[in-house]
């Protein structure tokens, strides 16, 4: 899960909510002198960091939980996998206890060019 606007910015939710509360302490003061205007625009304010930072928060919140799921759950059932936007590897160990390779490697890459060196420094069949 991507950052949040908040966590692209490097502000803490802490600040914003802060933030957010001194709109909301203005909202009584401007109401009595009936400038509505100011009292809408104190309240979007606080309704908008209030928004941010709790969005912050759950974000966070999953990433923390993605991080655990792929920890504990991933690298369990896959014990070595490698992934970014060029290459991704999985070495896993193989189910059937007959068989002479207990290793099988799968690779994948979008880049051709990338795909054709590995494939001819392992003799790999592209197929």
């Known amino acids: 899960m991507e950052k949040s606007t908040l966590g692209k910015n490097e502000k803490e939710p802490e600040e914003e909510i802060k933030e957010a509360a001194e709109s909301a302490k203005k909202i009584p003061e401007v109401a009595k002198r009936e400038e509505f205007d100011?009292?809408?625009?104190?309240?979007t304010d606080a309704v908008k960091k209030t928004g941010r930072a709790l969005d912050s928060k759950v974000r966070?919140?999953?990433?923390?939980?993605?991080?655990?799921?792929?920890?504990?759950?991933?690298?369990?059932?896959?014990?070595?996998?490698?992934?970014?936007?060029?290459?991704?590897?999985?070495l896993s160990k193989r189910l059937m206890p007959n068989s002479d390779e207990k290793y099988e490697m799968t690779l994948h890459s979008n880049n051709?060019?990338?795909?054709?060196?590995?494939?001819?420094?392992?003799?790999w069949d592209e197929n």
């Open 112 to 123: 051709s060019n990338l795909r054709e060196l590995i494939a001819e420094r392992i003799n």
């Open 60 to 90: 966070k919140g999953v990433r923390r939980i993605e991080g655990q799921i792929y920890e504990n759950i991933m690298l369990k059932a896959n014990s070595l996998y490698f992934d970014n936007s060029v290459l991704s590897a999985v």
């Open 38 to 43: 100011q009292v809408k625009d104190y309240l």
